[in-house]
């Protein structure tokens, strides 16, 4: 939700109705993008402390003999740890979906509402458009 994300800018309602609709529109594509993966391996990279409050994971997937590194940025929420942000081969998913609402909050003339009734973030537009870069 980015910007749109304080006080200033949203309701509670909206927040929290943003926050369902993104996690059931990643669980349904993930969810299934995950279920297909099979006959792969990964390694994990060992662990190194970093400066800030959240730590970071890093597996190495191998597909086709390539080796695709994947970034979970972990939260501490008292007694389990979330997944905050994923990075992938150096993508940043947060901030691609972060550039993908501003758009749709844009496309619909500054509707928050119809921005969050209409948002689908897609990871795999946010890849190939950084392959274009």
Do not use: C
């Not at 994923?86 to 940043?92: E, L, R, T």
């Amino acid at each position: 939700m980015g910007t749109y994300a304080t006080n200033q800018y949203s309701t509670a309602a909206q927040r929290a109705q943003f926050e369902t609709n993104f996690r059931n529109t990643l669980i349904e594509n993930y969810g299934s993008a995950f279920a297909k993966y099979t006959n792969q391996t990964y390694t994990m990279r060992p662990y190194k402390a970093t400066a800030g409050k959240n730590p970071v994971v890093t597996l190495d997937f191998n597909h086709n003999g390539e080796k695709i590194p994947v970034s979970f940025q972990l939260a501490d929420k008292g007694s389990q740890w979330k997944i905050r942000n994923i990075n992938v081969s150096g993508i940043d998913l947060g901030l691609q979906f972060r550039n993908q609402f501003a758009a749709t909050v844009k496309r619909n003339g500054g509707d928050l509402n119809k921005a969050i009734a209409t948002f689908q973030p897609d990871a795999d537009a946010a890849v190939n458009q950084n392959k274009q870069k």
